[in-house]
């Protein structure tokens, strides 16, 4: 029996060791597996570098900057959302998220109350803007080396320039130093290429080049121009080293819909300056036919399809009689919008199957006229179809500024339109509606 009981003992003494040593590897490995869980709790639908990394960058914060509030994270994780409204703080130097335990949830969403809009809000309307002529004098410059972008213009129109979907205007001179000016003409322009940095700063995205002074000092200040305005990420229309490049139109994507552009010039000194096969130049308009077969030819791609034109007499405040046949002709070809530009003044308006034809936009910022003029904004409605109001500008100073009393301005549009009225609304800008 004390032989029976020894042995037992022995066995228990052998066996406990084993017991607590497995014990004791089994708590250690609920220890690991929960601060796994909590920190897989902690870092769930974050991926913390890219948090604090890519916000920097869209807060325009210094890289010194750790913590963001929730309102802060938009990009590179998740938003917290409770309720619809932010809770607490997420910091990247110690991964942790302090969340009210209710009903949280993490998701890659923004919470409801920053990215859905409220019932009474409306999702922005898509503007595109058009300006009429820009050249860019000695004097202008002198004061744009001094004062920048502000000596030309205020900054409520700079905002509604870079603010808009797609901005054009029409680049009345070559960007170039090279090349003789062209005998026999009155007035020659030229500037210099690294000028096309205020292009930039104003937001223009298309430059129509079909005009009587691209091709001012030659072939190679052209085709400088050209060159310049790719390197500058500016599209281009209406002129181009052959004809199939100077008819080719630019399309861009606005919203939810594509606008394809057309640029093309009635108005042009010698025949040579019209592109060819193998010869720079630009799209002329003097034969009809060409031109309608792009316009018929593009908008079947666009859903919108605009045709910058480059007509009329200059200082004459009215339309030619071709100017308005040959609108009526490009919006039969499919045409849904049409600007003009050469006459250096404003010119009225006119509506058409319910198209727009603006005649003439008069000189944007051109040399050092004063005269009035206006930046044209079509808006794209939700129903498809295109409204359009006019920001009056006035130069005040050498600064172009909007005009605050308008109503002469309007009230002389009116008369020079057809069918078309121009009021004020309560902003100050003018309204064209049909009549």
């Not at 005009?211 to 060159?227: C, E, K, P, Y």
Request: with cysteine; glycine share 8%; aromatic share 8%.
């Amino acid at each position: 029996m004390n032989s029976f009981f020894k042995g037992l003992t022995r066995g228990l003494l052998a066996v406990i060791p084993i017991c607590l040593i497995v014990c004791v590897l089994f708590a250690g490995q609920r220890l690991i597996l929960t601060d796994r869980t909590s920190v897989s709790s902690r870092n769930a639908g974050f991926d913390v570098d890219s948090v604090s990394a890519e916000q920097t960058v869209s807060d325009k914060r210094s890289s010194e900057d750790t913590a963001l509030s929730p309102s802060d994270i938009s990009a590179g994780g998740s938003r917290i959302s409770h309720g619809g409204t932010s809770q607490n703080a997420f910091r990247s130097d110690d991964t942790t998220i302090s969340i009210d335990s209710d009903n949280t949830t993490a998701s890659n969403d923004r919470s409801k109350s920053d990215n859905i809009r409220n019932s009474d809000d409306t999702t922005p309307e898509p503007v595109l803007s058009f300006a009429g002529d820009m050249l860019f004098t000695e004097n202008t410059l002198s004061r744009y080396h001094q004062q920048g972008i502000s000596s030309m213009f205020s900054e409520e129109l700079l905002s509604a320039m870079t603010d808009a979907d797609l901005f054009m205007v029409n680049e009345e001179f070559p960007f170039s130093t090279r090349g003789e000016a062209a005998e026999d003409k009155q007035f020659t322009f030229r500037v210099d290429p690294s000028y096309v940095r205020i292009f930039q700063e104003i937001g223009v995205d298309v430059a129509t080049v079909a005009n009587n002074h691209a091709l001012d000092f030659g072939v190679n200040a052209f085709t400088d121009s050209l060159d310049t305005l790719d390197q500058a990420g500016i599209a281009r229309v209406g002129g181009g080293r052959t004809l199939s490049e100077a008819k080719a139109p630019v399309i861009r994507t606005v919203g939810d819909s594509t606008v394809g552009i057309l640029g093309a010039s009635r108005v042009i000194p010698v025949s040579s300056w019209a592109a060819g096969n193998a010869r720079p130049g630009m799209f002329t308009a003097y034969d009809q036919a060409p031109l309608l077969n792009e316009i018929s030819d593009l908008s079947s791609q666009c859903d919108y399809t605009v045709v910058y034109l480059h007509w009329g007499i200059e200082k004459d405040e009215y339309p030619q009689e071709y100017q308005r046949k040959l609108a009526y002709a490009c919006i039969d070809a499919g045409a849904d919008l049409v600007v003009g530009s050469h006459p250096h003044v404003l010119q009225g308006f006119e509506t058409y199957k319910g198209k727009l034809i603006a005649y003439s936009l008069g000189n944007f910022l051109f040399s050092n006229s004063t005269n009035p003029t206006v930046l044209l904004q079509v808006h794209i409605k939700e129903d498809g179809t295109l409204a359009a109001s006019l920001i009056p500008c006035a130069r005040v100073n050498g600064q172009m500024q909007k005009n605050t009393a308008p109503a002469a301005l309007f009230s002389h549009l009116t008369e020079l339109s057809y069918g078309v009225q121009v009021t004020a609304d309560s902003d100050g800008n003018g309204q064209i509606t049909a009549f």
